[in-house]
């Protein structure tokens, strides 16, 4: 087996049977590849879809059923375990392969850089190309790794299996969000290369699994911004951080709440500040352990 897709799902069913016929349409020869979902979601819609659309005939393809939903990372772990491929295929429910040679032309790219971390390609979205590799981590910070890609979007990312094992797969800690960051810089903290094949591209769509911004949404995510620099700066460094973010985030509440009085795009940096300020004085007042997810 030379590829193992891996999917995590959690309400994006539409999405995945989507992504399931444009893997149909692939070129690649079916017995070299396998497709396995890790359904968060405690129903059987997903296996319902696969079966009326036939597409567990056209592809192989395993679904897990997790007993709660177990955050992103901890499902996706679950699947690549269940994997007996050389190389992974991390991909999200809203992903199209348009180019039918997709895979093909991946996997030739891996084998002729045997020595790979991670992979990926360009990528698009409804307004075209967009940048899917990063620069710097988190606060614009690079940890080191200067004028280099620190880490790929985790929307579409091949990983050697091995690799990905001997690091014990994605953090557990995270619930969702940073992950990808955070298995990107240990990758390169062992030693291999972030590449980028811009001779393919694959369609993106974006939040299917959290189509609205709301306060939970930026509550997720910011809290595993701050778990990402929690684990990798130090002590005196983080706290230093989480001081001055909770200062900025309270002017920003004030002055962002009188200029959203006239402007509909200060409401929402209202949004963000507050819960910035939020989990900073949460931080300051308990510590950073609650950051870490425990389920």
Known sequence: ????????????????RSLLISIVKQTMIKKNFEIIIS???QNNVLTQIIEKNSLDQELNIKVLQMI????????????????CAEHL????????????HYLDEMLDYLTSNP???????????????????????EFFDNLGYDN??????????????????NLGGF????????????????????????????????????GASEPSQDYDYYYRHFKSMLLFMHKHKEEHFFNGLIKDLDR???????????????????????????VMHDITHKILKDSAKWLYFDK
């Open 39 to 41: 359904n968060n979601v």
């Open 248 to 274: 900025k985030s309270i002017k920003r509440i004030k002055r962002y709440a009188v200029l959203g009085k006239f402007s509909y795009k200060y409401r929402t940096r209202v949004l963000k500040a507050q």
């Open 148 to 165: 280099q890609i620190c880490w790929f979007q985790g929307s579409l990312l091949f990983i050697k299996y091995d690799v990905f094992k």
């Open 115 to 137: 020595d790979y971390g991670v992979a990926t390609s360009s990528a698009f979205n409804d307004d075209g190309e967009y940048k899917n590799d990063r620069y710097t981590y």
């Open 68 to 83: 709660s939903n177990i955050g992103f990372g901890r499902a996706m772990n679950e699947a690549a375990k269940a994997s």
């Open 89 to 100: 295929l991390i991909i999200n429910p809203d992903v199209l392969l348009n180019n039918t």
């Open 1 to 16: 087996m030379k590829i193992s897709i891996l999917i995590v799902n959690y309400n994006t069913e539409s999405y995945i």
């Open 171 to 206: 953090d557990k800690d995270y619930f969702m969000y940073c992950e990808d960051e955070d298995l990107c810089y240990r990758i390169k903290n062992e030693g291999y290369p972030l590449l980028k094949n811009h001779k393919l591209s694959f369609y993106h769509k974006g």
